[in-house]
């Protein structure tokens, strides 16, 4: 049986996203301390353990069909690398940063300067769409430092938190470009392991989906369930069961987590009561 090839980041929070999303699947990793590859259970997959920024010169190369990577390292070195499913975690920024004493008014400011960067194809791109010219200085890591030790004037890179800007005594000036868990596609994938990826975008999609939402139930009078239910999404239309008491009803219904808070005042006008909001593991549409 063909199995299908996935690279995942080896370290870090991305491998911990990553591999939380396949164990969510249903696909569990056989893999030991410092491992780089691995067999799975549950379905026919093979899991590498690479370094991010090595990922998409194995895609391009065919030697892994699938990978899960932050979408800024493909705009930074792979942006001939389709994407196959947004995944909506690990999300960052990648930015320029002063240090706090710098005066910065707007982009203009760093024309002419120093800016030390892992992501120079990105910088060098931005900052001629700003028709900025700048020297840039390469990194592999420790990137913030650069301004403190008078190596750059300003430097690009990842940000999350902002707490590692702060405490190397930089601020955030301009946001170049967000960035999020994608799910990339080999153009050399095969039409056999296709077919499988098509199966573990459908078990994503129902991760996702019920990551992104909650199970709603709640009380409510007779008279008051057409008001409530015009309230309501659902996938379908809201279920409604009667209570053993006369004139209540159950009403039970999915609702997006981002919207809840919303509408909660809404229900309450209304007359809902007993609200209990439920995590979902899955949803299958």
Known sequence: MSKIKIAIQKSGRLNEDSVKILKDCGISIDNGKDQLKAE??????EVMFLRNGDIPQYLRDGVVDIAIIGENVLI???KDIAIAERLNFSKCK????????FEYNSIKDLDGKRIATS????VNEYLETKGISAELHQISGSVEIAPNIGLADAICDIVSSGSTLF???LKEVEVMLTSE??????PKISKENRKLLEKLQFRIKSVLKARNSKYVLLNAPNDKIENIVKILPGMRSPTVLPLAEKGWSSIHTVVEKN?????LDELKEEGAEGILVCPIEKMVL
Not at 181 to 186: E, F, G, K, M, R
Not at 259 to 263: A, G, L, Q, V
């Open 40 to 45: 799975t259970r549950n379905f026919p997959m």
């Open 119 to 122: 992501y120079p194809n990105t």
């Open 167 to 169: 405490k190397n005594n």
């Open 259 to 263: 919207k809840f808070w919303d509408i």
């Open 76 to 78: 930074e070195k792979g």
């Open 181 to 186: 868990a994608v799910l990339a596609i080999s």
């Open 94 to 101: 990648v930015s320029l940063a002063v240090p706090k004493d």
